[in-house]
């Protein structure tokens, strides 16, 4: 058993390793996950034992397991798939994860994942819980309970109290997210990123979507022109990027966009964050003299 679960999960670490190596992402980073997955190779026991025992922090103890990669493993053993990997492939479908949970079918997680951007059960478990599922229409209250107390038992979460965020886990500057978009599309547009050819909404297969892995500080970054059916429809595919990066839990992503009303309108915005990003561009105005919120897109 230990063999079975360890060399699964630890293949899953190696081609994410690899894929990042040839996606331009820091060397640390790949080797990072590459030590990981030997460590797995090694073990005797099970990784199952760990997790079950102590959670995440149970998996935190082995050499070389940090904690995204411990939510690496626990979302690994806990799913059986990995949106991190898929997404790498080109292969992501989180329609299919959200649609794993018990109270959601096929249609509901169309809806979670093209109405509240959810692709991951992390995602889904904070949107349960910070009221966004009860606001959508066929979730009441019983369904959501149910979801909760599924993603509780599926997580294998061990809760403790919650320590003042610091390091990556605090949640990015606008200014942060802004730069790593700006980043994403002039490479983009220069032609000097790999491209992947995403399975969905590709039925000719092409590699058109150009993806970067960088870093702000300790924080790490991978960015994608949006390829949901909603991009499609709206001709934002080469306009809505999507940062995922890490985060306070685990992995979380935003939508940047141009912004296409208000003040704001064609400004580059987290979407969401628009009272934030309205400040940001209103104190680069008054940084510039004459100038205006348009002027500094």
């Given at each position: 058993m230990a063999e079975i679960v360890n060399v699964r999960i630890a293949r899953m670490l190696e081609e994410t390793a690899s894929i990042l190596q040839d996606q331009g992402a820091n060397p640390y980073r790949v080797q990072a996950y590459r030590n990981a997955a030997q460590t797995l190779l090694k073990l005797e026991r099970p990784v199952t034992e760990f997790l079950d025992a102590q959670g995440v922090d149970g998996l935190k103890e082995l050499p070389a397991v940090g904690e995204s990669i411990a939510r690496f493993i626990r979302t690994a053993v806990e799913t059986g798939r990995l949106p991190m990997l898929e997404r790498l492939r080109g292969e992501?479908?989180?329609?299919?994860?959200l649609a794993s949970v018990p109270g959601i079918g096929r249609k509901l997680a169309e809806r979670l994942h093209r109405e509240l951007d959810i692709d991951t059960l992390e995602e889904l478990e904070t949107a349960a819980h910070d009221g966004r599922l009860a606001r959508l229409v066929g979730f009441g209250a019983k369904r959501v309970a149910g979801i909760v107390d599924t993603l509780a038992s599926r997580?294998?979460?061990?809760?403790?109290?919650?320590?003042?965020?610091?390091?990556?886990?605090?949640?990015?500057?606008?200014?942060?997210?802004?730069?790593?978009?700006?980043?994403?599309?002039?490479?983009?547009?220069a032609g000097t990123l790999r491209k992947i050819a995403p399975r969905r909404m590709n039925p000719g297969g092409e590699a058109w979507l150009p993806v970067l892995h960088t870093a702000r500080g300790p924080r790490h970054y991978t960015a994608l022109y949006s390829n949901t059916p909603r991009a499609h429809q709206m001709g934002a595919t080469r306009d809505w990027v999507v940062l995922y990066y890490d985060a306070d839990g685990g992995e979380s992503q935003c939508t940047v966009i141009t912004s296409q009303v208000g003040r704001l309108k064609g400004l580059r915005i987290v979407r969401g964050r628009e009272p934030e990003c309205e400040r940001y561009y209103r104190a680069i105005?008054?940084?510039?003299?004459?100038?205006?919120?348009?002027?500094?897109?």
């Amino acid at each position: 058993m230990a063999e079975i679960v360890n060399v699964r999960i630890a293949r899953m670490l190696e081609e994410t390793a690899s894929i990042l190596q040839d996606q331009g992402a820091n060397p640390y980073r790949v080797q990072a996950y590459r030590n990981a997955a030997q460590t797995l190779l090694k073990l005797e026991r099970p990784v199952t034992e760990f997790l079950d025992a102590q959670g995440v922090d149970g998996l935190k103890e082995l050499p070389a397991v940090g904690e995204s990669i411990a939510r690496f493993i626990r979302t690994a053993v806990e799913t059986g798939r990995l949106p991190m990997l898929e997404r790498l492939r080109g292969e992501s479908e989180p329609e299919l994860l959200l649609a794993s949970v018990p109270g959601i079918g096929r249609k509901l997680a169309e809806r979670l994942h093209r109405e509240l951007d959810i692709d991951t059960l992390e995602e889904l478990e904070t949107a349960a819980h910070d009221g966004r599922l009860a606001r959508l229409v066929g979730f009441g209250a019983k369904r959501v309970a149910g979801i909760v107390d599924t993603l509780a038992s599926r997580l294998g979460r061990v809760r403790r109290p919650a320590a003042p965020a610091r390091g990556p886990a605090e949640e990015p500057a606008v200014a942060e997210l802004l730069d790593v978009d700006r980043e994403y599309r002039e490479k983009a547009a220069a032609g000097t990123l790999r491209k992947i050819a995403p399975r969905r909404m590709n039925p000719g297969g092409e590699a058109w979507l150009p993806v970067l892995h960088t870093a702000r500080g300790p924080r790490h970054y991978t960015a994608l022109y949006s390829n949901t059916p909603r991009a499609h429809q709206m001709g934002a595919t080469r306009d809505w990027v999507v940062l995922y990066y890490d985060a306070d839990g685990g992995e979380s992503q935003c939508t940047v966009i141009t912004s296409q009303v208000g003040r704001l309108k064609g400004l580059r915005i987290v979407r969401g964050r628009e009272p934030e990003c309205e400040r940001y561009y209103r104190a680069i105005r008054d940084r510039t003299p004459h100038g205006g919120l348009a002027a500094d897109r």
